[in-house]
């Protein structure tokens, strides 16, 4: 691809069909920096001084995430500044030779960005291992470590006193997952969908600051800024079902090139507002561990009675 950016003489790197524009390296990544601290603020995801703690599995998404809000909270541009703290965490979800290079990878990232590094423990918590949990024959390992993540994610969280908890989420997260609710009319989720869940008593405010960034572009800014994920696949990995969501979505994006943002966005201001119903049912508490939970006891403590030491 020959030519110039559309800011400045150097060579043109990406081109964004959507905004018909050509960037250099640089002035792609202070366009994408930009297009988060406007998601940021449009969205009313974090004020200023607030501590957000950012979710960092070691992935490429999440890596990109901690570098940007990073990125925000040094600057002393306007254009591009932040007032917050930025902290990280990541979990230790017991799986052999993969937690400890996630652990290694987000430990290295926020050593060099100044970003304090917290690494939890959640095996420990749960009182079993993703590992225990392969070797048993039951639920996927996938479903089982998605509720131990969102559960541990929360303790902490709101334990430490955090106000937001940041996950790398992206547009094409999303895009995937309101295709799915749509076809298969699931109000419920639908109306749950969104970039920021407020704070509740026991649960912390969820953002996801990357949602209108595509996961081509997180992919780009990744490999621009040198930000190294962890290397292969979780070994219990399974295709996620948003994956041919996703196929199907970049098909039609190449006919229309701002179909996902349009559909995401459309979502949120048009459809959304008429789902506000039923938004926030009546919180219940977990009688065995006091957090937020839908039913008498949580999954997280119904997993740890399944498959935890007796
Ligand atoms: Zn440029
Ligand atoms: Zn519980």
């Known amino acids: 691809m020959a030519g110039k950016c559309k800011w400045c003489s150097g060579d043109m790197e990406v081109f964004l069909p959507y905004a018909r524009l050509s960037l250099c390296r640089s002035h792609f990544r202070n366009y994408v920096v930009r ?6 603020e449009r969205y009313g995801m974090i004020n200023s001084g607030e501590r957000v703690l950012v979710a960092l599995s070691g992935g490429k998404d999440s890596l990109v995430l901690l570098h940007i809000l990073s990125t925000l909270r040094d600057s002393d541009d306007p254009k591009f500044s932040l007032k917050c703290e930025v902290e990280a965490v990541t979990l230790d979800l017991g799986i052999k030779g993969y937690s400890e290079r996630c652990i290694a990878v987000a430990r290295a990232h926020c050593e060099k960005l100044g970003v304090p590094h917290h690494t939890i423990k959640a095996a420990e918590l749960a009182g079993f291992t993703m590992d225990d949990v392969a070797s048993r024959r039951g639920r996927p390992t996938c479903s089982v470590c998605g509720v131990v993540k969102r559960y541990v994610l929360n303790k902490v969280g709101v334990e430490m006193g955090f106000d937001r908890l940041a996950t790398g989420h992206n547009l094409d997260d999303e895009a995937a997952v309101l295709l799915s609710n749509y076809l298969s ?3 419920e989720l639908l109306s749950r969908q969104s970039p920021v869940l407020p704070a509740r008593e ?4 969820r953002i996801k600051p990357l949602f ?3 996961e081509r572009e997180t992919a780009m800014y990744a490999q621009f800024q040198g930000l190294a994920p962890v290397d292969g696949k979780c070994p219990y990995a399974i295709a996620p079902s948003t994956l041919k969501f996703k196929m199907v979505l970049n098909m ?9 943002i349009s559909m995401v966005r459309g979502f949120l201001e048009k459809v959304k507002p008429l789902l506000k119903k039923g938004e926030t049912g009546p919180l219940r508490r977990c009688v065995a561990c006091g957090y937020p ?8 403590c119904r997993l740890k009675k399944i498959y935890g030491p007796m």
Not at 35 to 40: A, G, L, N
Not at 252 to 260: G, R, S
């Open 35 to 40: 297009r988060v601290k406007r998601t940021i």
């Open 293 to 300: 939970s839908s039913s008498e006891v949580c999954s997280f």
């Open 185 to 187: 009319a699931n109000v």
């Open 202 to 205: 026991g649960m912390i405010s």
């Open 212 to 214: 209108e960034v595509s």
């Open 252 to 260: 039609l994006e190449e006919e229309v090139p701002t179909m996902k």
